[in-house]
């Protein structure tokens, strides 16, 4: 069984790119995997392995500068949800391009799970989706609006667009682990709104912690990892990636039409060019030899771009 650990911290590190060799290789030493993004406004990712190593890396997580109230959520899965350890510079740890904006100093009202339901059903009360539209395509809480984003840095220019349908509402904004709520809720403060409340923990929270029977959620959620879904208890859910469009698909979609393996589905067989469709032919092609030979660090799905904890 490996232990997922899905995380995120926003301080200051002064020299992030001088903590990647020794974190990746802590992580590399404790035989743990997946992604972590550092950048001056702090760290952000997900990792698997084993208890022992998992719980190596958090403690030295914890021990760098200003990390030492870091949460971070845990499940597990069978399988090694990723293929290898990455420890990238980025600009932000998820990037939305407000240079203004600055969660260490103030965000939107924390809700915890428990709570998130009586909020959501107020009439005075409007529920935002914070998330990327493919996301919002396989699960969503009841009511909620969908704005339809490509990439969270779409979100300030569809609230400037849109900001008119809220006035005298209060704004409950949720993404997969919290992250992208605690710029949006700051972004939204900035803008004036008074009232701006986020669920704590994100999706992942509400759904480890909520009982199916009392949810306000439906479907299932996406995470950036090889489980592709997970639902209610975080169970993993039966979604799979399309490895032309990296988008989530469900079994049956296989047997419609625009589908090939590892090189388009229905949602994107028309997206791409016929020299795209070669190249990923010739992926799939080197997945498969790669298969045959029994290495299957390069097997793994990569999922969306962005990391959201």
């Not at 990296?246 to 419609?256: E, G, H, K, S």
Request: hydrophobic share 35%; charged share 25%; aromatic share 8%.
């Amino acid at each position: 069984m490996y232990i997922i650990a899905a995380l995120y911290h926003f301080t200051r590190f002064n020299d992030p790119d001088g903590l990647r060799a020794p974190l990746k290789a802590l992580c590399e030493a404790q035989d743990v995997k997946g992604t972590l993004l550092v950048a001056g406004e702090g760290i952000n990712g997900t990792i698997a392995g084993p208890r022992a190593g998992i719980d190596v890396v958090i403690a030295h997580i914890k021990s760098l500068p200003g990390c030492d109230g870091l949460e971070w959520k845990e499940s597990t899965a069978k399988t090694p949800p990723f293929g290898k350890m990455k420890v990238r510079l980025k600009r932000e740890i998820v990037t939305m391009g407000q240079p203004d904006v600055d969660p260490t100093d103030r965000v939107g009202h924390y809700v915890e799970a428990a709570d998130w339901n009586d909020l959501i059903n107020r009439d005075d009360v409007a529920v935002i989706d914070t998330r990327n539209d493919y996301e919002v395509s396989i699960g969503t809480f009841d009511g909620a609006i969908d704005p339809q984003t490509k990439s969270f840095g779409e979100f300030p220019a569809w609230w400037q667009e849109n900001k008119h349908r809220f006035h005298n509402k209060k704004i409950a904004m949720f993404c997969t682990g919290g992250i992208r709520c605690e710029k949006s809720t700051n972004y939204l403060v900035g803008q004036g709104v008074e009232d701006v409340f986020h669920l704590k923990g994100g999706i992942l929270k509400y759904l480890e912690n909520v009982p199916q029977e009392d949810s306000s959620w439906q479907g299932e959620c996406f995470v950036f990892d090889n489980r592709v879904s997970v639902g209610h208890g975080l169970k993993e859910g039966p979604h799979m990636l399309c490895h032309g469009c990296r988008r989530p698909i469900l079994p049956q979609d296989t047997a419609r039409d625009g589908y090939e393996a590892g090189v388009s589905c229905h949602q994107c067989v028309t997206e791409t060019s016929d020299a795209d469709k070669a190249r990923f032919r010739e992926r799939q092609h080197q997945i498969m030899l790669a298969r045959n030979r029994g290495d299957d660090h390069l097997n793994a799905p990569k999922p969306g771009q962005n990391t959201d904890n």
